[in-house]
């Protein structure tokens, strides 16, 4: 796969304004799409390490302080020009929010920001509109949530109304978990937003990707995630697949428009997740931005469509449209446990190219996802998702088997 040089004129396009980062393994590939898009600036906890030659200019501030995050870009921008500004991080949508109401960037409609960062006004607006959605109710009490609980039955989910923190959702399978998972919900969540209840529904987990196109958003990706036993209760994805020729994807597309045009979202990138029960999908949350860098490199060689690249010229007010090459499907899988074992083992035992379809991508260290530990990745790639699934799996037992005669 190509990688764009990075953009070195600031010209009149100004800079791009770019919240948070990660490890170099699972964030490279969207830097650089970034990059050719037009300076960076990177606003991020730490100095930046492998980012910096990607760069046009770094600063630090803390991203679940919006003012913070402000006070930081207007102080850049007082002898520099912005253009536009975005992030992967749903937490971190409010402080995008507010850069772009007072610089005057390009953003999505109040409507449609409200619509898409509290997860009941979602449910609330797709209800409306007739689409089939998880249902979820709000709760800003825990007598509010024992009586939603009582409405939606178990086992169900309870998740933060509007999050500050990745995979905060837990399952809660009776009453006596209610109260524990409720505490830690309005804990990760945003002040005064309270928390959701809604059915852990059955089915095929699946989220679509839309682009824009001359006739308004379009899908052009579908992932499906296999969540992680060790996270339960909590949510936390082990195995993601991409496949060109996804199976569900008339039913996934249908849904995924019918949502978008009832949260008023006409332009821009989005992600639509959703199961696929039985009665047919149920739309459980829409975000007008893309929330895994990662899984935009998958959804690029499946498909040729480069939806980083999009979401960052659509930042700045223009539109970017690209051709697609739909061939085969491409699937990672997290490296991840509960913390205390390794999971890798030496690295002279191991080798990048782990059988011939998979590549391991260790990372420099350990870093926490819900209640687990990440320590790295596997790529493949294959033809359809039973084989990509298949590979994951061989590649998870060539690695465990390194692990243990090392």
Not at 85 to 106: C, G, K, M, S
Not at 229 to 255: H, I, K, L, Y
Request: hydrophobic residues 45%; charged residues 15%.
């Amino acid at each position: 796969m190509n990688t764009h040089a990075p953009h070195r004129d600031d010209g009149r396009a100004g800079h791009l304004v770019v919240l948070g980062s990660g490890p170099q393994a699972e964030w490279a590939y969207a830097m650089q799409r970034l990059a050719a898009v037009g300076p960076l600036l990177l606003i991020d906890t730490e100095q930046p390490t492998w980012q910096q030659p990607l760069l046009a200019e770094a600063r630090t501030a803390n991203l679940m302080d919006p003012h913070q995050v402000l006070a930081a870009v207007q102080k850049f921008a007082s002898t520099r020009s912005i253009v536009g500004a975005l992030t992967f991080h749903p937490a971190q949508a409010r402080a995008v929010d507010l850069l772009r109401r007072e610089l005057a960037l390009p953003a999505p409609s109040a409507a449609t920001i409200e619509a898409t960062t509290l997860r009941h006004r979602t449910a609330q607006l797709l209800t409306a509109a007739g689409v089939d959605n998880s249902g979820a109710l709000h709760a800003d009490t825990y007598d509010q949530a024992l009586e939603a609980a009582h409405q939606v039955g178990f086992p169900l989910v309870c998740k933060p109304a509007s999050p500050r923190v990745r995979y905060a959702a837990r399952q809660v399978r009776g009453l006596p978990e209610l109260a524990e998972a409720f505490s830690a919900a309005t804990a990760a969540t945003w002040h005064g937003t309270g928390a959701v209840i809604e059915p852990l529904l059955d089915g095929i987990e699946a989220t679509a990707y839309t682009a824009d196109s001359p006739t308004g958003p379009r899908v052009v990706a579908i992932s499906h995630a296999t969540f992680d036993p060790q996270a339960e209760p909590a949510m936390v994805p082990v195995e993601v697949v991409v496949d060109a020729d996804d199976v569900c994807a008339s039913a996934v597309e249908d849904a995924a428009s019918r949502a978008l045009a009832a949260l008023g979202h006409h332009s821009g990138p989005a992600q639509i997740r959703m199961r696929l029960t039985s009665a047919g999908p149920r739309v459980i949350s829409v975000t007008t931005h893309l929330t895994d860098p990662l899984l935009g490199m998958l959804i690029e060689q499946v498909t040729g469509s480069d939806l980083v690249s999009q979401a960052g010229h659509h930042a700045c007010g223009r539109v970017l449209h690209g051709d697609e090459s739909r061939v085969g499907a491409a699937a990672v899988r997290f490296l991840q446990g509960p913390g205390g074992a390794p999971l890798l083992p030496p690295s002279a035992a191991t080798p990048p190219h782990i059988t011939p379809y998979a590549t391991l991508l260790p990372y420099p260290a350990e870093r926490p996802v819900g209640p687990l530990q990440r320590s790295g990745h596997v790529l493949v790639s294959g033809t359809d998702y039973p084989q990509c699934t298949a590979r994951l799996r061989s590649a998870a037992a060539e690695i465990r088997s390194a692990r243990l005669s090392a």
